[in-house]
């Protein structure tokens, strides 16, 4: 009963220091851990700046494999309004009716299909099917456009045994640039074709803003939504207690939902910029340094969270920024919230029980932070 539990690697520097240090291809990195400090830093666009070089922010730095800027999660404040305004509605989308019966349609078709087969590895075969197919509503596209995207691999940039693999990321780029051009030549209702059509700042976009839209689409909601679903299936797989609980008290779900990104923070960390020399927990910074919103840390912050280290199904206050904070809140938090949902609420009618058969970890090599972030693979038998 270990495999769904996620150690909290940060704590002892989080409460001694309020920081960390690691390295990133030579660039020390200062990271801030503590829930307090997280949300001010992330608040503070004019000190702590996203629209650095394009990649810069990423940790580990996407700088080597791309120069396109992802918008809007690289471009700050005033600027950053003017995309907002057009990407918000959107991106609320997955909250319309027609939206999500097709996702629940999606979901429901997978698990069905899945409860056939005597095993199966949740994270190739389960995880990623589930969110290429729910992207192609994102982006309304056709749903065959999946298959390209499975074919990819669980992973935009990276292949085994290389962090960043430029080839792998111009698949991306190159299909990309394909999709815009057959939408600018021949406009449908996609998100292409809407953002061609549109202005921000004063401005029509331009292809190389829309490409830089659509990659941080591709990007963002990949990994992400992948150590999420395979996370919380390890997690139910562990606690058929929590099934059962949630079948009994269906409206203690959304807490559910929310504590399960909480605890597992699908996503470690992201960086900013320092414009300007400053202090970080009265730790000096030269500007242009850069620092890392440690989300996974400030999630286990025990000033914050009773029994931080602990998944409480029916956590009532639940500050979690593992969808960030302040202006550069995730777009695709709405779309997230809604496959687990759908994911979970399925599982309720369906899955008696879920066996862990066979699994191997994914651990970040963060410096001397070793944090497990999901699974490679995760080998499961669902039971009906």
Not at 122 to 132: G, H, Y
Not at 241 to 246: A, D, I, K, P, Q
Not at 352 to 358: N, R, T
Request: hydrophobic content about 35%; glycine content about 4%.
């Amino acid at each position: 009963m270990d495999k769904s539990k996620f150690l909290d690697p940060f704590e002892k520097e989080r409460i001694e220091k309020g920081f960390g240090k690691m390295d990133d291809q030579g660039e020390e990195v200062t990271m801030v851990l503590g829930h307090k400090d997280v949300r001010k830093c992330a608040h503070n666009a004019k000190t702590y700046q996203s629209g650095a070089a394009p990649g810069r922010i990423v940790i580990p730095s996407e700088e080597n494999i791309r120069d396109i800027r992802q918008i809007p999660f690289e471009v700050d404040p005033p600027l950053h309004k003017g995309f907002r305004d057009i990407l918000d509605p959107w991106f609320k989308r997955p909250l319309e009716e027609e939206y999500t019966t097709k996702l629940k349609n999606q979901i429901q078709s997978l698990v069905k299909e899945v409860l056939k087969r005597d095993s199966l590895d949740i994270v190739s075969e389960f995880a990623l099917p589930l969110q290429s197919r729910a992207l192609t509503l994102l982006l309304n596209t056709p749903y065959a456009q999946a298959e390209t995207w499975i074919s990819w691999g669980t992973h935009v940039f990276r292949s085994e045994g290389s962090a960043l693999d430029a080839d792998k990321a111009n698949i991306l780029y190159d299909y990309i640039d394909k999709e815009i051009e057959r939408a600018s030549a021949a406009p449908t209702d996609d998100l292409y074709s809407v953002l061609l059509a549109s202005e921000a700042n004063g401005k029509k976009l331009t292809k190389e803003e829309v490409k830089g839209v659509i990659i941080l689409t591709f990007a963002g909601g990949r990994d992400t939504v992948i150590n999420a679903v395979t996370n919380s299936i390890s997690y139910f797989s562990e606690h058929p207690e929590s099934l059962e609980r949630l079948r009994n008290e269906p409206e203690i779900l959304n807490n559910t939902i929310e504590e399960l990104i909480r605890y597992f923070s699908p996503l470690t960390q992201m960086g900013r910029i320092t414009t300007e020399d400053t202090t970080v927990c009265e730790h000096a910074l030269k500007a242009d340094s850069k620092i890392s919103l440690c989300w996974a840390s400030a999630n286990r912050d025990a000033n914050v969270f009773e029994n931080a280290n602990e998944i409480v199904i029916d956590r009532k206050i639940n500050p979690h920024v593992a969808f960030g904070f302040g202006t550069h809140n995730c777009l695709g938090a709405t779309h997230a919230r809604q496959i687990l949902k759908i994911l979970i609420s399925t599982l309720l009618d369906e899955v008696k029980s879920i066996d862990i058969l066979d699994y191997k970890e994914n651990i970040e090599d963060l410096g001397h932070f070793k944090r497990k972030v999901g699974f490679d693979s995760l080998h499961v038998k669902f039971n009906s």
